[in-house]
């Protein structure tokens, strides 16, 4: 039978570097590649005959965090295997892994997919967690196309990695770059690891297949087709990229009639396309057996004790955010990936609260105001931080932590625009000076003459003059060139140097026209 089309099967195998002040098995520091080669190196992590590790125990704790923040279960024990192959990057001709006792297992990760990528009733997913276990990472070849050689260096030989390998669950290039996005919030949220792709602190490995179904959906085969693993791909945009480029292949291939090998290949970035490097391994060939020189690790207390101490994690925050103080999922996340937003952003809604109360003298509690408004104030708020406030940061390349406007006052600040007295455009200069001073935004207001024009006699008689002078503008608007009433309200804010009111300077204009 002739499939209808084909459903991706994809899984996915993420390296992450730990965030740890030495390496996994010695004393030699976790260095960045701008160390120079080979300066952070001994015995231990270049395999010198004799040498035996001696496990880092922050590392642990991390990867027991990681387990625990996926949801997975952590076993009491934990136990270390070698990885046997041959590589130039692999000193000892083994890596020190885990295999039949890692240090997590059964796991899931609910992530949110952007509506405009989601499939459809897949915008909340649940990708299910197979394992995550530790490992040290091996040496960095670096080919030299000069002097066509190649050199190795060991500075990053048993840094320590925890790998996280997901379930088949992950059904569109999209959910995979989604994944890895909540994933790096969700590592760097809890201070595991830096999680920056571009630098090589998390790598990921797709491993992609097709399903054929039929119109209802229901799969033509018992099986899935040979996986294709994709290797070492270190940005959002490459797992996007050579997961669409993977399944455009197979689909090709499949409806030709030829069956996909498994296969590990790689991904060229230039040409946008997959290439082959190697029949696909499996566990047997790599000969693991218990590592000898590392005893059982114990987890049962740092299991408790991290438990204990798990903070609230990113997807919590954002419908926090959301449920309490109205914010849309947008702004949510915007507040979440971004450190140090989440605290200002909820002192200034407190703050604000007391304002929106104090104005109305008292008739209602902070909360309650905040409440009765909650979407109002909510879209007011999170368009002035995530647009205006989060703009001029990034224009002056600061983050939320250098600015120099207190919660109290940027709360105050929204208040003048709630209550009108500040226009948009005046606003905007407004949080310019409060950014550069850091003092009370009342104060600027009446300082630089910014506040909103009060005086109706003052806006009418600026609205008659400007009539006045512009009587050609006038008589196409009683031709029927009502668009020209908008050019009128520009020429007045012009004249009144931004402070009168949009709208009531319009009004001004259509009543004085007998419109």
């Not at 004799?50 to 076993?75: H, K, Q, S, Y």
């Not at 130039?88 to 885990?98: E, M, N, R, T």
């Not at 201070?191 to 998390?202: F, H, T, V």
């Not at 009502?482 to 004249?495: D, E, H, P, R, S």
Request: glycine content about 6%; some cysteine.
């Amino acid at each position: 039978m002739t499939p209808a089309r084909y459903i991706p099967i994809i899984g996915l195998e993420i390296h992450v570097r730990l965030r740890t002040k030495t390496k996994m098995f010695c004393s030699c520091p976790n260095v960045d590649d701008s160390t120079a080669p080979n300066t952070a190196i001994c015995p231990v992590c270049t395999g010198q005959p004799g040498a035996l590790p001696a496990l880092n125990a922050e590392a642990v704790r991390l990867g027991v965090r990681a387990g625990l923040a996926l949801e997975c279960t952590i076993p009491d024990q934990a136990h270390f295997d070698r990885k046997n192959y041959f590589y130039p990057d692999l000193p000892k001709g083994y890596q020190i892994s885990q295999f039949d006792f890692p240090i997590a297992e059964n796991g899931q990760f609910i992530i949110d997919v952007p509506k405009k990528d989601a499939l459809p009733n897949r915008e909340r997913i649940r990708i299910g967690i197979t394992r995550a276990h530790l490992e040290e990472d091996a040496a960095k070849n670096i080919h030299d196309s000069a002097s066509s050689s190649s050199l190795i260096d060991f500075n990053r030989a048993s840094v320590p990695l925890t790998e996280i390998v997901t379930e088949p669950d992950v059904r569109s290039p999209a959910e995979a770059k989604a994944f890895l996005q909540e994933l790096q919030l969700l590592l760097r949220s809890l201070r595991i690891s830096e999680a920056d792709m571009e630098k090589g602190y998390m790598r990921c490995d797709a491993n992609v297949s097709l399903l054929p179904v039929d119109e209802q959906g229901l799969k033509l085969q018992p099986d899935f087709n040979p996986k294709i693993e994709i290797k070492n791909l270190n940005s959002f945009r490459a797992v996007e990229r050579a997961i669409t480029y993977e399944m455009e292949r197979q689909r090709l291939m499949l409806e030709k009639g030829e069956m996909p090998r498994g296969a590990t290949r790689g991904w060229d970035e230039n040409k946008g396309e997959t290439f082959d490097q190697r029949s696909k391994e499996t566990s047997a060939d790599y000969r693991y057996f218990p590592e000898p020189d590392l005893p059982p690790v114990s987890l049962a207390e740092i299991r408790e004790e991290e438990k204990a101490r798990m903070p609230e994690l990113p997807i919590e925050t954002r419908e926090r955010l959301q449920e309490e103080w109205g914010f849309s999922v947008d702004d949510a996340r915007f507040f979440v990936a971004n450190e140090g937003w989440v605290e200002y952003v909820e002192e200034v809604m407190g703050e604000l609260g007391t304002w929106l109360a104090a104005t109305d003298e008292g008739k209602e509690s902070a909360g309650d105001v905040l409440k009765n408004r909650r979407t109002e104030i909510a879209k007011l708020a999170g368009g002035w931080f995530t647009t205006k406030l989060a703009g001029l940061l990034s224009a002056n390349n600061k983050t939320i932590r250098d600015v120099k406007i207190s919660p109290e006052n940027f709360a105050e600040f929204l208040h003048l625009i709630d209550d009108g007295a500040i226009n948009s455009a005046n606003a905007q200069k407004l949080l310019t000076l409060m950014m550069e001073k850091g003092t009370d935004p009342s104060h600027l207001l009446e300082e630089h003459n910014l506040g909103q024009m009060d005086d109706a006699n003052a806006l009418a008689e600026t609205v008659a003059s400007i009539l006045q002078q512009n009587s050609d503008q006038v008589a196409q608007i009683r031709a029927g060139k009502v668009a020209l009433v908008k050019w009128f309200v520009g020429c007045i804010m012009k004249a009144t140097e931004g402070r009168a009111n949009p709208e009531q300077a319009e009004v001004e204009v259509k009543k004085q026209l007998g419109l």
